[in-house]
């Protein structure tokens, strides 16, 4: 589609809704999030240390995966918005963007600024858009640090604990936004009901997002109908993490539509239909394999030669 023609067809659906302006944080709820936590810790491969892979990490893993939505309440209001857009990223925005999407978080924002100055009809404010690449990569590499003090300390023949609990946690806390990308509705502005123009007469309502992800997932999906499309998946070391997760969102963007086919003809009320069911399976499975990947990524790479930091210069 030319790039004049995505910009219309932006202006258009953000003139029609003035909702759109913010996405809700909430994605798979938290029993989708547990899921995928917990399965992706359980297929990584036995050359990731043990500590990751026992019955304390699971635990660990699975109660941390809704983790970041627990931050959500008006007892902590600064906090529930600062890190909201970072459980989304609207992907038809992306093309709006000069050149490749920037690896770092401010040079994104700066990216944004000069696309607002060209598309000003458009709300392109970092809390529209979504931030759920940059905290996933930031966390990642949160995750591969503590991996690499860990190698450290074990060849020093030093206490590994406390280190053992923070990448427990880190690969918790990355669970989750890994989980949020691959809920189709986590990657686009037609988030919770369909906007702009709709001839096959999409679901308008905004009820969509938590009956797909809430609702359906725990009415009707288990971890074990889940447990062998993850295990069917052979692990894998990314080549690069950044590129492969921005793949991965792109994928859970094209979608979106059969999201919408699936709710138009009652494939998520009740117990829906088979195909919805298969499709969800998926979805999850996908979401834990990205993970497992990622967390395994990062144990490899975390081997990798590290200029240590020695204060400013």
């Known amino acids: 589609m030319p790039k004049f023609a995505r910009v219309v067809r932006f202006v258009m659906a953000t003139a029609m809704v003035p909702w759109l302006a913010v996405q809700p944080s909430f994605a798979w709820g938290a029993d989708g999030h547990r899921m995928i936590n917990r399965l992706a ?28 939505d627990r931050w959500r309440n008006k007892a902590v209001p600064e906090l529930g918005d600062e890190q909201a857009p970072e459980h989304f990223m609207d992907m038809e925005y992306v093309s709006l963007i000069d050149g490749p999407l920037p690896k770092k978080r401010f040079d994104f924002v700066r990216a944004l600024e000069k696309a607002q100055a060209q598309h000003p009809e458009m709300k392109l404010q970092p809390e529209v858009v979504g931030l759920l690449p940059y905290v996933t990569e930031e966390v990642w590499q949160r995750l591969r640090n503590s991996m690499h003090e860990y190698r450290n300390l074990l060849a020093a023949g030093e206490d590994t604990k406390p280190v ?21 509705l986590h990657t686009t502005a037609k988030y919770n009901g369909w906007t702009g123009a709709n001839p096959n007469g999409y679901t308008t309502d ?43 969102l792109h994928n859970s963007s094209a979608q979106v539509e059969t999201v919408y086919q699936l709710e138009k ?12 069911k298969s499709f969800t399976e998926q979805r999850l499975a996908a979401g834990a394999i990205e993970l497992r990947d990622m ?6 790479r975390s081997g990798d030669p590290v200029e240590e930091y020695h204060g400013p210069k």
């Open 265 to 276: 003809v009652g494939g998520f009320t009740g117990t829906g239909t088979p195909e919805a």
């Open 164 to 184: 053992e609990q923070a990448i427990l946690f880190y690969a918790a806390w990355l669970g989750h936004y890994v989980a949020d990308g691959s809920q189709p």
């Open 206 to 248: 905004h009820k969509i997002h938590s009956l797909f992800e809430s609702v359906y997932v725990t009415a009707n999906v288990k971890p074990a109908d889940v447990a062998p499309l993850v295990a069917e998946a052979q692990p894998k070391v990314l080549n690069d993490e950044w590129t492969d997760f921005l793949d991965y």
């Open 41 to 68: 810790a359980a297929n990584l491969p036995k050359d990731v240390p043990a500590f990751l892979r026992n019955g304390n990490a699971l635990d660990m893993m699975e109660y941390m995966g809704p983790e970041p």
């Open 295 to 300: 967390i395994y990524t990062a144990w490899v």
